[in-house]
């Protein structure tokens, strides 16, 4: 499996920091749009690669009642005019099977999600489209056993496969972030994306939502820098305590360009 790669002039597993960031979930048109036109400059300004997110439909909610976005249709449509407006790459989430090939017709990296990071429908359905892959690795599971997913990406041919840390769970309504799980999946010859905003979740902790400590987004950001992972994923908007989705551990548009510098800055003492 290749563990050095590209979309567009975006390069995974060599020397750059990709950052892979936007809102949780796509809220509107005119949001989407004006995300991902704000969070390009502050990338563009720290010169750093840029591929937006945001989920069409986001199918793990804790409550029957919470949003869960425009979905599919509608979706890659949105994302499609991010793409094209301003020739970033995009990627998003799939929760099937069946939704692997239309959504590859929009989106350059088809992210799978964690809970279904051991689901070989989706993965073979995802890697059959030819795009990257990132998986999430899920929080029930041990780094070193990730590598029977990256084994199983190969017996299909895969060969452009991401790996994505977001914590572990940790007792009940938390998680932990293992930073020695970024080296250890780097040695399977995949690079390794950190989740930065998904790390601080408290899943299910408000009741019927799930909390978050944001304020531990640039520790665990600039730590994971350190220990040489190959790209940073943050789910940011610009108003966060208002977001749809994932409002206690979404990262603030207004300090993005801060954080940005200052992993900037590690990822260059390292590399």
């Given at each position: 499996m290749k563990n050095i790669f590209q979309i567009n002039d975006v390069e995974f597993g060599g020397s750059a920091l990709p950052i892979i960031a936007g809102p949780c979930v796509i809220e509107s048109r005119d949001h989407?749009?004006?995300?991902?036109?704000?969070?390009?400059?502050?990338?563009?300004?720290?010169?750093?690669?840029?591929?937006?997110?945001?989920?069409?439909?986001?199918?793990?909610?804790?409550?029957?009642?919470?949003?869960?976005?425009?979905?599919?249709?509608?979706?890659?449509?949105?994302?499609?005019?991010?793409?094209?407006?301003?020739?970033?790459?995009?990627?998003t989430d799939i929760h099937n099977a069946g939704q692997a090939n239309t959504v590859a017709e929009v989106i350059d990296i088809i992210q799978i999600p964690a809970f279904?990071?051991?689901?070989?429908?989706?993965?073979?359905?995802?890697?059959?489209?030819?795009?990257?892959?990132?998986?999430?690795?899920?929080?029930?599971?041990?780094?070193?056993?990730?590598?029977?997913?990256?084994?199983?990406?190969?017996?299909?041919?895969?060969?452009?496969?991401?790996?994505?840390?977001?914590?572990?769970?940790?007792?009940?309504?938390?998680?932990?972030?293992?930073?020695?799980?970024?080296?250890?999946?780097?040695?399977?010859?995949?690079?390794?994306?950190?989740?930065?905003?998904?790390?601080v979740q408290h899943p299910g902790g408000l009741g019927k939502t799930t909390g978050g400590a944001r304020e531990f987004i640039p520790t665990l950001a600039k730590a994971a820098v350190a220990v040489g992972c190959n790209g940073v994923f943050m789910e940011v908007h610009d108003n966060p305590n208002n977001a749809k989705s994932d409002a206690s551990s979404q990262w603030p548009l207004k300090k993005l360009d801060h954080l940005l510098k200052s992993i900037k800055r590690i990822h260059q003492a390292v590399i």
């Open positions: 989407i749009l004006h995300m991902a036109e704000k969070i390009k400059e502050i990338t563009d300004k720290n010169n750093l690669p840029f591929i937006f997110k945001s989920s069409f439909d986001k199918g793990n909610r804790s409550s029957h009642s919470s949003f869960r976005g425009p979905g599919m249709d509608k979706g890659l449509r949105i994302l499609d005019e991010v793409k094209q407006t301003f020739n970033i790459p995009i990627t279904l990071c051991r689901q070989s429908d989706i993965i073979n359905a995802a890697v059959k489209t030819s795009k990257i892959v990132n998986i999430k690795k899920g929080q029930f599971m041990a780094p070193w056993d990730v590598k029977n997913i990256v084994e199983k990406v190969a017996e299909e041919g895969g060969e452009k496969l991401l790996l994505t840390e977001r914590g572990s769970s940790f007792g009940y309504n938390n998680l932990v972030s293992d930073m020695t799980s970024i080296p250890i999946m780097k040695d399977f010859g995949v690079p390794v994306i950190f989740d930065a905003t998904h790390s």
